[in-house]
């Protein structure tokens, strides 16, 4: 997916909220998006979202000199979203479609997402639309269709919090198939997004394979991912997709991909095809590899 101007002002925003998770002054900030903005006036394409944003993280760290500015709000996202997995399966194991409902319950965990929000969410709310409304792009069927026949599974997790979100679904997905699972996460921290350290931390290494997709990026590039990524792609029966940084990485890649999101900006809500605030259950079109 191409980048919109659209882009720009989001990540001058990542810009004052990484400095003041890290408690910079109010120089510093200043300081530092000035530095981001020169990086941005020398942009020429062609540059994806995901490369621009991590290029631009890349910088703020080294400014700021801190590894991860995220870290702590990593560790009570997740926490969060632990607290609430046992009302959550007692919510799934009441549903007539347990499968079904733990899928909407993935797509309103995609609301945690620095990126896009900050910390501008409600994630009771979400999660009560998600289980109540219509979805914006619903191809759910289709998904059940393949889930039935799929042997080998890659998940593309998104962000921390959200990652308690697919473990659930993951257990139902395992109730319904006997098919090998890649979680496929982040190779190093930037923004919220999840790493192994957050796949263990909410257990989900009990469940599946968990494999770093290589660089730091807010989705998954497959020509900056290792060959062991690569491979698991091109020998999947079922791919599934979350959030809009894997969207914006994958939605251009020739494989059969389920995009699970909730559209939460202009750029993905042009390109997708659905609204903002919709939730989405999207199969890609595009087959070659």
């Known amino acids: 997916m191409r980048t919109y101007l659209d882009c720009y002002p989001c990540l001058v925003r990542h810009a004052i909220e990484a400095a003041r998770l890290t408690s910079a002054d109010t120089g510093r900030q200043e300081e530092l998006?000035?530095?981001?903005?020169?990086?941005?006036?020398?942009?020429?394409?062609p540059h994806t979202p995901v490369r621009l944003t991590a290029e631009i993280h890349e910088l703020i760290r080294t400014f700021l000199g801190v590894s991860d500015p995220y870290a702590r709000t990593k560790q009570k996202a997740n926490q969060a979203a632990l607290d609430m997995l046992p009302d959550l399966r007692q919510r799934c194991a009441a549903a007539p479609d347990r499968l079904q409902t733990a899928a909407r319950m993935a797509i309103a965990g995609n609301i945690i997402d620095h990126g896009s929000l900050g910390e501008a969410y409600d994630l009771p709310a979400t999660l009560d639309q998600c289980l109540t409304s219509p979805l914006g792009i619903n191809d759910f069927e289709a998904f059940r269709s393949e889930l039935n026949a799929a042997r080998h599974i890659v998940y593309v997790g998104d962000n921390a919090g959200e990652i308690a979100f697919d473990r659930l679904f993951i257990e139902e997905i395992r109730n319904a198939s006997a098919a090998n699972i890649a979680f496929v996460v982040r190779g190093s921290p930037i923004l919220n997004?999840?790493?192994?350290?957050?796949?263990?931390?909410?257990?989900?290494?009990?469940?599946?394979?968990?494999?770093?997709?290589?660089?730091?990026?807010?989705?998954?590039?497959?020509?900056?991912?290792?060959?062991?990524?690569?491979?698991?792609?091109?020998?999947?029966?079922?791919?599934?997709?979350k959030g809009q940084g894997n969207y914006e990485a994958l939605s251009d890649e020739p494989y059969s991909i389920y995009f699970f999101l909730k559209v939460k900006c202009p750029v993905i809500?042009?390109?997708?095809?659905?609204?903002?605030?919709?939730s989405v259950l999207k199969r890609s079109d595009r087959k070659g590899r």
């Open 193 to 241: 997004d999840v790493t192994a350290v957050d796949a263990e931390v909410v257990g989900l290494t009990d469940w599946v394979r968990v494999v770093a997709s290589g660089e730091g990026a807010p989705g998954c590039e497959l020509d900056r991912s290792p060959p062991e990524v690569c491979a698991l792609f091109d020998s999947a029966d079922l791919i599934i997709s």
């Open 269 to 278: 809500e042009r390109d997708i095809g659905a609204y903002k605030g919709d």
């Open 33 to 45: 998006v000035k530095h981001v903005l020169r990086r941005l006036a020398a942009v020429t394409p």
